[in-house]
Structure formats: C-alpha cells, structure tokens
C-alpha cells in the first residue's frame, strides 16, 4: 500500500511539472538562432511582400508574422498543438520575430519554427521583410528530432 502511494505522488509530480515552459527553455531557442543560422531553409518572401504592401493599416511585428502565417489554434480543437510567437530587437535595429508552431496535427512533422526579420520602411509607417527563414523537427520515425532545414519524410 505504501508503495503504490508513493509511486502515484511520483506521477503527480513529474505530470504537473511536463508541460511547464520555463524562461530557459525560451532563451535556448533564441540561443539556439543566433549560433546555428544553418539549421534554417530561405524562404522566398516576393509574393508575401506584394500582400504586405497591400496592408493599409499600420500592423505590429507579430501581426506581420501572423499575417504570413494565419493558422490560429481553436480552444477546444483536438490535439495540444501550441503557437506561440515572440520578438526581439536585433543590434542593427531591425525586429526579428520567431513563430513556433508545436505538436502539430500532422503525421510527419511534430513542429515548424519561422523566423523572420523586418525593418521599418523609410517613412516609418510601415515594415519590411528583410528575410524569412523555416526550420522543422519531426515525429519519431519520420526524420531529424532537433531542427533542420530539411523536410520530414
């Protein structure tokens, strides 16, 4: 009896504690952007520039992001896919904003990871892609566990 209360503490506490994201989880992944630019494919922007011209209201770093990639996770959509999205100021002044899209509903690739860096037009008003970069991590068995710029089989 002792046992088997103490091994269903055990599994409360390490199932609480498994889907908490602490701060340096967060600072490996943008560590992880500055030293290894290799992991990540170009992605060619000309069309998603044209679109973004077209905006007529001024939108922030994130809502270009989201402009770019407009899937949304529904509150009670199955699966525990996550999206989150954050920004930074990079030192030559333009803003890098890093999209994550984990535990994907999708058979080959468990997450995609887009990055992309903007500057400020010349009149200030609105924001330019300077590049765009994807990196992806798959499922078991279906490619790379960490990210890369290759495709999951």
């Known amino acids: 009896m002792r046992m088997m209360f103490l091994s269903l503490v055990c599994m409360c506490l390490f199932a609480c504690g498994a889907n908490k994201k602490t701060s340096t989880q967060q600072e490996q992944i943008i560590d992880t952007n500055e030293a290894t630019t290799g992991i990540y494919k170009t992605i060619d922007v000309s069309k998603f520039k044209k679109k973004l011209s077209q905006q007529t209201e001024a939108l922030t770093a994130k809502e270009v992001m989201r402009l770019y990639y407009p899937i949304r996770i529904e509150e009670n959509s199955e699966g525990n ?6 920004e930074r100021k990079l030192n030559n002044g333009n803003t890098e904003v890093t999209l994550v899209h984990d535990n994907m509903l999708d058979d080959s690739i ?7 860096e903007l500057k400020k037009s010349q009149n ?8 765009l970069k994807k990196s992806w991590k798959c499922n078991q068995g279906r490619g790379q566990q960490d990210w890369a710029a290759k495709y999951c089989r």
């Open 110 to 116: 468990k997450s995609e990871k887009c990055l992309m």
């Open 124 to 131: 200030k008003s609105q924001w330019e892609v300077v590049s």
């Open 81 to 86: 896919a996550t999206i989150e999205v954050t």
